[in-house]
């Protein structure tokens, strides 16, 4: 038995656990206003948000419902377009809907719900209530046909709302008619749902888990619905993220939304937002596990370059025993891993850099955002200033698995800053890879891609040299 709101009522379901949301909220609730589009989480027609008690407070995000599981919403709010109406009629319009009208922000309506909802997401949420972070909140919507500057219309007028409060978010958009009232009661019934169901760490005994999904139910949807599989997100073990000494510590379920606004992400990589900001969307990046980033094995999986960078480490479980392995060390051959049928990611740690270390990520793809890389790569580099100590190096994109270029990193150690010898290693990180031909370049384009990222590194973490003559590879043509 599955128990959650939706809206204003608490859902009881024999439902498969793997059973999509979105299928749940149409086909068997017949709420309508949440759209089936792409299927993919790429257009946002079905997006929702999903409100849990986290820390003792009602945190809500957005979220893709056709890459929800149901397993993944017990215990949990779920709100759809028509659960934001202020009259069970749904003829007063909230604010949200009122500068999406006014603004003439729609027209074929299709796609409409989705920002209504993402909008709505972003009168909840605890983020700095700016127009740039409203408009982020749409980030993974997309209209097709009334144009994006009506709409960002509407994003900033609500905005410009939402900064009159300066109290309780919740009391603020119940008593202001900007949300149903009900929003006001939905943490004392969750507190109460989760007594009687004795908290939500609900367990089927498998030995799979379930993330996000965000991969797993594109490629396949048939099968996941009726799989044998566990739910990440209901093991509160495998959450939260945590320091002890110099460690950083993450549970597998932390997504990509939590190192974000994780206080010790953000004390140890300053510009982290901006490089998750390369990343997919906002309802992906709340659901989206870096583990399951990992495990997806990706040779272009964004965080598994980040953390590769950063000798991340994993710890692997069967539920009775443990191992470690380097993150490194994790892939053997294209989607191959080093990990056993019932083995499943319980930790990744890595130790946070401190003052003599530099990092950064770079990323080239079709589209600057929303769109899967074309190459990516990442660098940790420590260094006086003077003398390289240590270096790591990694490279997607390049190969058939995430690559670590061990031998670049190797021959930057121990040696002097400088023009000449950077050029070398980009010579070295050329005959460590092996990329083909395919839908995102060239087997030529990807090569002199990953030259001009490599000798972005450089030139941005040590901006005092004027690196202006980076070289590319012998016998290939200056661009």
């Known amino acids: 038995m599955i128990r959650f709101i939706l809206n204003d009522k608490e859902i009881s379901t024999h439902l498969p656990a793997g059973e999509l949301l979105l299928d749940l909220i149409r086909y068997r609730k017949h709420l309508m206003g949440t759209k089936i589009g792409c299927r993919e989480g790429d257009c946002g027609a079905c997006t929702v948000l999903i409100g849990e008690i986290i820390d003792n407070r009602l945190r809500y995000r957005s979220a893709t419902s056709c890459l929800t599981a149901l397993g993944n919403v017990y215990g949990k709010h779920i709100v759809t377009v028509e659960g934001l109406n ?41 983020d700095e209530k700016s127009y ?29 709302l939402m900064q009159k409060n300066k109290g309780d978010i919740i009391e603020y958009v119940t008593s202001n008619s900007i949300l149903p009232k009900y929003f006001a009661d939905i943490k004392n019934r969750l507190l109460e749902l989760n007594f009687k169901t004795n908290g939500i760490e609900a367990s089927t005994n498998s030995k799979k888990y379930l993330g996000g999904g965000t991969d797993l139910y594109v490629l396949q949807h048939e099968k996941m619905v009726h799989a044998d599989i566990d739910f990440l997100f209901n093991k509160n073990n495998l959450n939260g993220i945590t320091k002890e000494g110099n460690k950083c510590i993450m549970g597998a379920s932390v997504t990509v939304t939590d190192l974000m606004e994780s206080k010790i992400i953000r004390d140890a990589f300053p510009d982290f937002r901006k490089i998750t900001k390369l990343v997919s969307s906002t309802p992906i990046r709340n659901i989206a596990t870096i583990a399951g980033n990992f495990v997806n094995a990706s040779p272009i999986g964004d965080f598994t370059i980040l953390f590769l960078a950063l000798d991340a480490h994993i710890i692997l479980s069967d539920g009775v025993t443990k191992r470690e392995l380097a993150l490194k060390h994790f892939y053997k051959g ?16 890595f130790e946070l850099p401190d003052k003599k270390e530099l990092f950064n990520f770079e990323k080239v793809s079709k589209r600057t955002h929303l769109d899967i890389a074309s190459v990516n790569t990442a660098i940790s580099i420590k260094t006086d200033g003077k003398i390289i100590e240590r270096a790591s190096i990694s490279a997607g994109g390049v190969g058939p698995v995430p690559l670590f270029l061990a031998k670049t990193s190797s021959f930057l150690e121990n040696k002097k800053v400088n023009e000449d010898i950077f050029n070398e290693a980009i010579e070295i990180a050329q005959s460590e890879i092996s990329p083909i031909s395919d839908a995102r370049g060239s087997e030529d384009y990807k090569r002199l891609l990953l030259t001009q990222l490599i000798s972005a590194h450089f030139i941005i973490l040590f901006p005092k040299l004027k690196l202006e003559t980076l070289c590319l590879p012998k016998g290939r043509a200056q661009n």
């Open 132 to 160: 740039e972070n409203a408009i982020a909140s749409i980030d993974g919507n997309i209209c097709r046909c009334t144009g994006y500057k009506s709409i960002q219309r509407a994003a900033k007028s609500i905005a410009e």
């Open 86 to 126: 202020l009259e069970v009629s749904g003829k007063k319009l909230n604010p949200v809907q009122q500068a999406m009208y006014y603004e003439g922000a729609t027209q074929c309506g299709f796609c409409t719900p989705g920002f209504i909802v993402s909008l709505a997401g972003f009168c909840l949420s605890e």
């Open 334 to 349: 294209y989607k191959q891993l080093d990990k056993r049928e019932n083995e499943f990611i319980e930790q990744i740690w």
